[in-house]
Structure formats: C-alpha cells, structure tokens
C-alpha cells in the first residue's frame, strides 16, 4: 500500500511526538487505512477523543479530593462512554483493511480481556498525539 501522503503523515507525526507511540505499526497502519480509504475525517474524530480521553484519565488518576464523588461518578462515565466511541470509530477505520488484519486488530485492541484494555489505552496514547499533531500544525 504505497500512498506518498500517508507515508508523509505518518512521518511528520513521528518526528511531532519524538517517536513515543507505544504502538507505533498500528497507528501507522490506521493513518493509511484511514487515508486510503477516505476516512480522515473518522481518524481526527478519534483522535480528538483519544485526546480528551487521555486529559480525563489525568485527572481521574490525580484522585484530587476537591472532586467529589459526583463529578468522580461523571468523569468515569464519560471516560466509558469515549472508549466506546472510539472503539465504534475503530472498527469502521478497519473496515477498509483485509480479513486477516481485521481479526488481529479486533483480538489485540477490541475484545474484554486484561492485555486488550491495555493495548487500546496505549492505542489511544498514540491517537492524542494525531490530536496535538493537528492542533500544532493549525497554528502555524
């Protein structure tokens, strides 16, 4: 899959985040998808809640005792709520892609065990960077 935009996108966000993707084949993989099959729009939207994600999950993880255990009770919501959009937003970007890397990404990142949680949360770490990426490049 040769796209020259991608392969520059995919680059121009490496060099951005200093390489610190946690799963650095797969974002690549889902910017090409994405790409290729005209669905930017779809990856911005999951970036941009990966990024919110990623500023809820601090907060929460603070445990500051000025929040309370309603707001707490909100946040955790929220958080849910966004991992499951951006596990609906997922499987439509993959879509695009062939049977066998379909069924890799659903076991590694969508299905409920202990190492997919941990595989999406390092996913969506590397989406915020999409995010921050967007954002630095819009103000320049």
Not at 14 to 39: A, G, H, M, T, W
């Amino acid at each position: 899959m040769l796209n020259p935009a991608a392969d520059s996108f995919v680059q121009e966000i490496k060099n951005f985040c200093s390489n610190k993707f946690k799963q650095p084949e797969d974002v690549e993989r889902l910017i090409k998808i994405s790409l290729q099959n005209n669905k930017k729009e779809l990856l911005e939207e999951t970036a941009f809640y990966s990024k919110y994600l990623q500023g809820l999950l601090t907060i929460i993880q603070r445990g500051e005792t000025s929040i309370t255990e309603e707001v707490f009770t909100r946040y955790r919501n929220e958080y849910l709520q966004n991992i499951e959009k951006i596990k609906a937003n997922l499987q439509k970007i993959i879509l695009g892609s062939d049977d066998f890397y379909k069924n890799i990404f659903a076991d590694k990142y969508l299905t409920i065990s202990e190492s997919s949680v941990k595989n999406l949360v390092d996913l969506i770490h590397d989406l915020s960077w999409i995010k921050m990426y967007l954002n630095s490049s819009r103000h320049k």
